[in-house]
């Protein structure tokens, strides 16, 4: 006579389902801890960024100020170099949501785009007064020895910009040559290099790039007939 299978038995793994529960349950709370303990890093290194103005800093200063232990820190970061790109690309993640969120606010495809443009030129200008390290510093050094990691953080950017040019593109509203992506990479770049170049003076005395020059050289390039 064949012995019954207990129903509480997995058909896959022939654990009980107690024991999965179990176990995923203890899975998620390690996993909230990690969580929690890699924001008290992040949190520790902008602490440290904005006072002294720089990424001149050690590991150790940032696991001193967030409390925890440097075998903490290493289990989850390779080093400093592996923290501050998380906070770079933290960063440009922030950056994509505003332009998102800001964007959806309008009906228009060409109206999102131009808020794009214009949000993203804002937010990544460095005025004189504001402490930046982590473009100013640590990104253009990143550019030259990690260029492949420099493209990963700019996904998320990317994306939202290829959106709002298919937006408009499918509006009709483009140049048929555009190619959403692509032009969406050009424009990141050119509305960024510009935006982190860009003081409120320079050294002559001239007046710097402003968002709606920026979005009027870009529209010319992409739209059919530009305002």
């Given at each position: 006579m064949a012995q019954r299978r207990d129903p509480l038995m997995s058909s896959v793994s022939e654990e009980p389902v107690w024991k999965q529960r179990a176990v995923e349950r203890s899975t998620q709370a390690a996993k909230a801890r990690a969580e929690q303990r890699l924001e008290r890093f992040l949190d520790a290194?902008?602490?440290i960024m904005n006072e002294k103005g720089s990424t001149d800093f050690t590991v150790q200063e940032v696991v001193d100020r967030s409390r925890q232990s440097l075998r903490s820190f290493y289990l989850h970061?390779?080093?400093?170099?592996?923290?501050l790109l998380a906070l770079f690309e933290d960063s440009l993640n922030d950056t994509a949501e505003q332009i998102r969120t800001s964007a959806a606010e309008h009906s228009d495809p060409l109206d999102r785009l131009e808020v794009g443009v214009r949000l993203l030129f804002d937010l990544c200008r460095l005025s004189p007064a504001?402490?930046?390290?982590?473009?100013?510093d640590?990104?253009?050094?990143?550019?030259?020895?990690?260029?492949?990691?420099?493209?990963l953080a700019h996904m998320n950017l990317l994306s939202v910009l290829t959106e709002l040019l298919t937006g408009a593109q499918?509006?009709?509203?483009?140049?048929?040559?555009?190619k959403p992506r692509?032009?969406?990479a050009l424009i990141m770049q050119t509305v960024m290099f510009n935006a982190q170049s860009s003081g409120s003076h320079d050294d002559n005395g001239s007046?710097?790039?402003?968002?709606?020059?920026?979005?009027?050289?870009c529209?010319?390039?992409?739209?059919?007939?530009?305002?």
């Open positions: 290194a902008q602490l970061f390779d080093g400093k170099h592996e923290l504001a402490q930046r390290p982590l473009f100013t640590f990104a253009s050094q990143l550019l030259i020895s990690h260029p492949a990691e420099v493209k499918e509006a009709g509203l483009l140049r048929t040559a555009v692509r032009t969406a007046h710097p790039i402003t968002a709606e020059e920026i979005w009027t050289f529209a010319y390039g992409v739209t059919r007939r530009p305002d």
